[in-house]
């Protein structure tokens, strides 16, 4: 089985910990269906050097429980803590216009309305109350909610975002 390609995976969730005492883990997916994190074939580590079959067992506090292929043991799940998966941009639907993979965003050029260049998008952040653009400049960061009204344009093809950052955020 070949290893994802680094510029052409996404990261679709991690290993928080062991679950029980047979191995089993605590999987925090990052997909918007959590369950579908079962949906995408094998998961990759990071650096690629292993993959794990998941078969998802039940929910539990924070996440999922989850078999992992190769993983028969409380010690080896333990080991495991803080893993981030990753599966091939391939093996993801396509998303509708008005929908982006975070890792998508990362890196666009943000300009204001007028055209003056704010920076680059460095991270998105979500802490449950929807999607947080960080916006990294000269002036520093900036932090601008991902609504229609604060980010009217996304153009992935020019690499480019436009923003209409709210009062007193300018």
Do not use: Q, W
Not at 25 to 51: M, N
Not at 124 to 130: I, K, Q, R, W
Not at 158 to 164: E, F, H, L, Y
Request: aromatic share 6%; with cysteine; proline share 6%.
């Amino acid at each position: 089985m070949a290893k994802p390609d680094p510029e052409n995976r996404l990261c679709v969730g991690a290993i928080s910990g062991s679950y029980g005492v047979k191995g089993e883990v605590r999987l925090k997916s990052f997909c918007a269906e959590p369950t579908a994190i079962a949906d995408y074939g094998p998961l990759f580590t990071e650096d690629g050097t292993r993959s794990f079959s998941i078969t998802l067992t039940r929910p539990v506090a924070g996440g999922l429980g989850a078999r992992l292929s190769g993983v028969a043991s409380k010690e080896e799940a333990d080991a495991l803590k803080g893993t981030s998966l990753y599966v091939s941009r391939d093996k993801l639907p396509n998303l509708p216009d008005d929908e982006f993979y975070h890792a998508d965003l990362i890196g666009l050029e943000a300009r204001d309305t007028g055209g003056v260049l704010l920076g680059k998008v460095i991270a998105v952040h979500n802490h449950g109350a929807g999607d947080l653009l960080e916006i990294g400049g000269a002036a520093g960061s900036l932090l601008l909610p991902f609504t229609m009204a604060s980010v009217p344009t996304v153009d992935l093809s020019a690499g480019r975002i436009v923003v209409d950052p709210p009062e007193g955020l300018d």
